[in-house]
């Protein structure tokens, strides 16, 4: 299993998530589209995404 906190890329989000690596991958690309007005999700975030991710 995998965290993430929004929050360690997009400063001031207090968006969490858990789950597998794809599952967190999936519902950030949501909450990016729905909480953050981003039309699509560059390749850069989803590396910063995939780097703060912790286990647990």
Excluded: N, Y
């Amino acid at each position: 299993m995998k965290r993430f906190r929004c929050g360690d890329v997009v400063p001031g989000c207090t968006a969490t998530f858990h789950g597998t690596a794809d599952e967190v991958l999936g519902a950030v690309a949501a909450h990016a589209r729905h909480d953050h007005g981003l039309t699509s999700v560059p390749d850069g975030m989803v590396e910063q995404v995939r780097a703060a991710m912790l286990d647990g």
